[in-house]
């Protein structure tokens, strides 16, 4: 059904409807220099039509069948989500043949049974398919051959796999036609019946290939395909062909597609920091949005909130038909809020001060929100600057050293009258020097800093220029 459930999936503001879904439909492409029906619904089954039908006998048949074209990109795009859902219950996923092979092993302790992974797993996958069938075996090539209609829950003992592939028709191995011909001569119609052959014999009348291929049926050989592995930038769409004509429409559609990258962010074990949002009307003018986030909070309700907030603000087409998600910027480590065992982790007062930043931001723009910060510049005057929330640099230089909370806008000259230091009042020298020196490629700016205090026991930052007599009160304490 893969046909059709990539098809539902990208239209699904035509398609999904109940009344919609009531009506018989049916995926064609070509098959043999023909027009044939690939997978149908069960509407159109109850009409006689089925999987390999020519378009003329199935609208024979049925002449209110809705068929739709075949997308096979569309189809390798749901795998890949698939593949996602599956990374989260296995570290060994591969796409092949239009289906997925995982690997269980190894994944039992974490969810305490097979049985509570695979009630998990066909929970999560059945959101994405109409049917999902299985097989479950030693090897990959195996689980492949048994492959039956319906999903199971227990894993079948050793001896019932054993009889199980002994039965197998020979018919299902990947072997030439002219083989599958010598096999029905021979009088081999199972696997057992291969099996029950020397491969010294076997190697010797069919080849070293069917060897290869019990071996890696048998599990005596690895299976040497390409494991899944999430790709490095997620980007997704949903389309609408009748168009959406308001914002309060956008909201289900844009849920979907963060869904979709939560899904993402669980299986390769980070958090974004920025999405980004394109409308694309049938004619005119794209709109988009960019929504960036304080902190690692990557759940899609919250997501999907600043993302209403945002659109507020922008002008939209106004009939969109394509709705375009993606993002680059992560960063690794946990999703906000989980662990490998869905635990809590971060406290609720930081959620929510994240949770206010960017709602802010959201709502009345980024340049609205401002905070202060270190930078990489001993000079106290150019050592702060104003940045975006949440935008932190790695400093190459430690600040350290006593220094007052407040500076005076500019350093300010002092006398030195009889060798005593004079501000206002006499200021006297209790402890220092510290040297700073910076912008040696410009100026010298080598600085001699000493706190001092006066008859009333207030505190004060000076410094002297390095190689002259000049004095300068810079900041005062509290």
Known sequence: ????????????????????????????????????????????????????????????????????????????????QLALISYRFSPGVIIAEQGLWLELSGCEKLFHSYRQLLEQLQKNLSL?????????????????????PGFRYELP???????????????????????????????????????????AELASRFGAGIVDQLKLLLGEKPCQLERFKPPLIFDDLLQSSQGIFSKQGLLFPMKTLLQRLSIYLQARQCYCRTIEWRFEPLIGEPSSMSVSLSGNQNSWPMLLDLSRLQLERIDLPASIETIILSSDDFVDGLPEGLDLFGSA?????????GRLIDSLRARLGPE?????????????????????????????????????LWLLPKPIAIQLRNQQLFWR??????????????????????????????????????????????????????
């Not at 018919?171 to 096999?183: M, N, T």
């Open 157 to 199: 003992e050793s001896a019932e796999l054993k009889q199980q592939l002994c039965l197998t028709p020979l018919s299902l191995l990947k072997v030439p036609r002219r083989q599958q011909q010598s096999f029905y001569q021979l009088g081999l119609n199972s696997l057992g019946d291969l099996l029950a052959l020397p491969r």
């Open 1 to 80: 059904m893969l046909p059709l459930d990539a098809i539902l999936d990208r239209q699904q503001e035509d398609l999904n409807t109940d009344e919609q879904r009531q009506k018989p439909i049916a995926v064609v492409g070509q098959e043999n220099n023909a027009m044939r029906v690939l997978c149908c619904n069960d509407s159109a089954k109850q009409s006689g039509v089925e999987a390999h039908l020519s378009l003329s006998t199935a609208l024979a048949l049925c002449p209110e069948l809705l068929t739709l074209q075949q997308q096979p990109e569309r189809e390798k795009t749901i795998l890949q």
């Open 368 to 404: 609205a929100l401002q905070q202060p910060a270190l930078g990489n510049n001993y000079l106290p005057e150019e050592a702060g600057k104003i940045v975006a929330p949440g935008e932190y640099q790695q400093l190459s230089i430690e600040h350290s050293g006593l220094q007052p």
């Open 128 to 148: 994405r398919c109409t049917q999902l069938d299985m097989g479950i075996a030693g090897s990959a090539d195996a689980a492949r051959l048994l492959c039956r």
């Open 425 to 478: 009042q006499p200021l006297y020298i209790l402890s220092g020097p510290q040297r700073l020196s910076d912008n040696w490629w410009q100026t010298d700016q080598q600085r001699d800093y000493y706190l001092a205090c006066d008859n009333q026991g207030s505190r004060y930052w000076l410094f002297k220029q390095a190689g002259t007599d000049r004095w300068f009160v810079q900041g005062l304490f509290s």
């Open 345 to 353: 982790l971060v406290g609720e007062e930081s959620v929510e001060a």
